[in-house]
């Protein structure tokens, strides 16, 4: 049996997240499927790949050569992956390559030759392989002291891009101004790279990424376009993009289509690459940005968004297989030499946490600063945009309902931040001119006039709701909350009104074979454009609620309660739905379910599913706070929900009810008081005395949760943690300073604790 190791991407970090987990877990099947043994090598205890199920044996050790080094003797590796463990494990490499222990143990690298990465992730050579074959790529030179980075600056001229060579989300890039600003980036950018290119810098051109597959016989194909909607400046990972490209026409699609390929020839392509452009919206000339000759998060992206298993087929070409020998396990009918076409529109937005990081820069750039992402899929780009908005967990159900207050829309909108979009809807709610937002962000028209019809809708219903207006709301991607809002009615309200009118989303299946031949695929989106559901309800399903976008505090390891809870309900024999609204994810794969439903976890859209489907129970347990805080409204409208009873996690989750319950049962805790008037709380402060704890309901990793020690920031964080608590109680508690802390975990069944661990914190309590 041949050996192969797999090289992971380690500890999520801003760039590096739960794509390379979803790419690896796809490897691991596609190279056990054909006989071999895989050796993983990942440190990430939370992630499905890591889980005893996956690889033959796995090493919890650091992706460092030292490491790994003894792994290639000891396991007799014969084959090394480097495309599906991120920027980590293709540096790593290379390392282990020029270091000559990848010779010297005789392993032969999977996919994509080192000359192959090399020429790709060296700014020079990419550049020169680029123009020797007459492709297009900015007017650049590299660096690799600060010295000739500001000679560059004095030969080129400012503004120019700087980008740092084998990095990481845009890691040490950015515009640079002047020479002053020169210094201060290339130096950073120099300290942790051995090059930086400085390049002509595209002002105000478009922004679009072409996925592509190719074997060792050098059949290829585009999997996926994808367009942002930001103009270039701002990276793919922080712009929110569109699938399929919306505003090239059919000659520059196939342009620079036919472009993307020859890429991917002239590198020698083995598996998967993606490919950057940049295109002058004045006369459709384009520029080669960069090539990535790896799985990124926007293959990840682009294999949900199509339904395209870009992973498994990559992992298959690296192998020796051929594209036209490999079936495309989503649909079941094609092989994977089929470039998937799309009735439907996707929208990925990223997702910052920028507010739990006060003295944070806000502005987005060409370095990434989210922590994972959403996407949306509809029929129109309205549809699939507001889909998105509301799956981002900021208490936003709509681009009208964000709860932060945005002071300056000009500013906003020309410099860009996490909030531009709805900054940008803000505008034209208020009456913002078209030319003059165009003037100011660079963005397409097409996109500004789709959001500017949003708004439209949004004045409307504030004048009117009748079933018509009420329709067109919700094909514009309207949630029954904003709706409620605009027009002056409860939730309820609306969602009684609509259903009397038959007002209901169809269920719909990603169709990717232009009915060429019958979809048979379980993965399934809501619509309001459609008539007719694509597939009949399933009898006694177990539906489970996944854990949306990654964010600071909840990130992969509720993936893998997700998929473990799913592939054990199926080892029984029962039918698995799964709910989820994040791309990078496992359990959004095609096969880790019978039916996946890629759509918002909001109360709104859950019920719709669970109204659609013969539902035998709903487990919330295991997706994280977002399907903890569904518990108790879903218990109240008669859903049936697995494990603990929702009354039983409302008290533990409702900070006066689980202290009333401690006092109750004799159980010490610090004194605490519910948050309800200044002068209760002055009070509390006068007999407890500082510091206090303030403790806000229904949150997740301690949002909002502030150890506070003086009266002047007293108020700001109880407002803050007043806003995320929502209606739930806020309790302030004496806080004990010098104490211990310690962890129980447990499971239990029907109240005794079956198996337990304890764990005890290095840190004294106040660090989460």
């Avoid at 799985?295 to 070409?317: C, M, N, Q």
């Avoid at 609620?545 to 390891?557: A, N």
């Avoid at 518990?631 to 533990?652: E, N, V, W």
Wanted: charged residues 20%; negative net charge; hydrophobic residues 40%.
């Amino acid at each position: 049996m041949k050996n192969i190791l797999l090289l992971g991407s380690g500890g999520l970090r801003v760039g590096q997240a739960g794509e390379f987990d979803y790419s690896g877990s796809q490897a691991i099947k596609a190279f056990k499927e054909e006989g071999y043994r895989v050796i993983l090598v990942n440190p990430n205890i939370a992630t499905v790949q890591t889980d005893q199920s996956m690889a033959d044996e796995i090493y919890f050790v650091p992706l460092q050569p030292e490491f790994v080094t003894p792994i290639l003797a000891k396991e007799q590796i014969n084959y090394i992956a480097l495309g599906f463990g991120g920027q980590t494990a293709l540096n790593l490499g290379l390392e282990l390559y020029h270091s000559g222990e990848l010779d010297k143990h005789g392993v032969k690298v999977l996919g994509s030759s080192v000359k192959t990465i090399e020429a790709t992730e060296d700014r020079d050579i990419f550049r020169d392989y680029l123009e020797r074959n007459n492709v297009k790529t900015p007017k650049s030179k590299s660096a690799t002291t600060i010295a000739d980075a500001v000679a560059v600056g004095r030969e080129f001229g400012y503004p120019l891009m700087l980008r740092a060579a084998f990095s990481l989300g845009g890691l040490g890039s950015g515009k640079v101004y002047d020479e002053a600003d020169m210094i201060d980036k290339a130096g950073k950018a120099l300290s942790g790279a051995p090059q930086v290119l400085l390049e002509e810098y595209l002002t105000g051109w478009k922004e679009f990424e072409y996925e592509i597959v190719r074997d060792l016989k050098g059949n290829s194909l585009t999997i996926c376009n994808m367009e942002n909607l930001d103009p270039m400046g701002i990276h793919t990972g922080e712009s929110i993009v569109i699938a399929p490209a919306q505003t090239l026409n059919d000659e520059e699609h196939q342009n620079l289509r036919n472009i993307a390929l020859r890429c991917a020839e002239i590198f020698d392509i083995v598996g998967e690459c993606n490919i950057q452009f940049s295109v002058n919206p004045a006369n459709g000339d384009y520029r080669v940005i960069e090539m990535n000759p790896r799985l990124s998060r926007s293959s990840a992206l682009a294999s949900k968004a199509t339904g395209y298993p870009l992973a498994f087929v990559a992992a298959k070409l690296c192998l020796g297989f051929s594209l036209n020998q490999l079936t495309n396990t989503v649909t079941k009918k094609t092989t994977a030499f089929f470039e998937p076409a799309l009735d439907y529109v996707v929208v990925k937005i990223p997702r910052w946490d920028t507010h739990k990081l006060r003295l944070a820069d806000r502005h987005i750039g060409t370095e990434m600063k989210s922590v994972g992402e959403v996407m949306g899929i509809g029929r129109t780009f309205p549809e699939a945009l507001q889909k998105a908005v509301q799956m981002l967990n900021i208490g936003a159900s709509g681009l009208h309902d964000y709860i932060w207050p945005i002071h300056d829309l000009k500013n906003e909108i020309e410099f860009a931040t996490d909030r531009r979009i709805f900054a940008l809807y803000k505008w034209f709610y208020q009456g913002g001119d078209l030319d003059e937002a165009h003037a100011l962000s660079r963005i397409d028209y097409w996109f500004l006039t789709q959001i500017e019809q949003i708004a439209k809708i949004a004045l409307a219903l504030e004048h009117e709701l009748s079933p018509v207006t009420l329709q067109r709301a919700k094909q514009f991607g309207f949630s029954d909350k904003t709706i409620a809002n605009l027009s002056g009615k409860t939730e309820a309200e609306i969602r009684a009104f609509r259903l009397s009118n038959g007002i209901c989303p169809v269920i719909k299946q990603i169709d990717t074979l232009a009915g060429e031949f019958a979809a048979e695929t379980n993965y399934l989106y809501t619509t309001y454009h459609g008539k007719y559901n694509d597939i009949q309800p399933a009898e006694d399903v177990y539906v489970i609620i996944g854990s949306g976008p990654y964010s600071i505090g909840s990130s992969v390891e509720f993936d893998w309660c997700t998929v473990n809870l799913a592939r054990q309900l199926r080892a029984h024999g029962k039918q698995v739905v799964i709910i989820n609204s994040n791309p990078e994810t496992v359990s959004t794969d095609y096969d880790e379910s019978n039916r996946l439903y890629f759509d918002a976890l909001t109360l709104e859209r859950i019920c719709d599913i669970l109204d659609f489907e013969n539902v035998a129970g709903v487990c919330v347990s295991v997706g994280g706070q977002i399907a903890n805080n569904l518990a108790l409204r879903l218990h109240k409208l008669g859903y049936p929900i697995l494990g603990t009873s929702p009354l039983d996690i409302d008290k533990a989750e409702d900070r006066a009810k689980f202290s009333s319950m401690l006092n109750d049962l004799g159980i010490d805790q610090p004194q605490w008081i519910s948050a309800t008037s200044s002068e209760q709380i002055q009070e509390f402060i006068q007999d407890v005395g500082l510091p206090v704890l303030i403790r806000p309901s229904y949150v997740l990793s301690g949002a909002a949760m502030k150890v506070v020690s003086d009266h002047a920031t007293l108020n700001q964080y109880l407002n803050d943690a007043m806003l995320i608590s929502n209606e739930h109680p806020v309790v302030i508690s004496q806080f004990i300073e010098n104490a211990k802390e310690l962890e129980i975990d447990g499971v239990a069944q029907n109240g005794r604790i079956v198996i337990d661990s304890i764990s005890e914190h290095i840190e004294n309590a106040g660090v989460h």
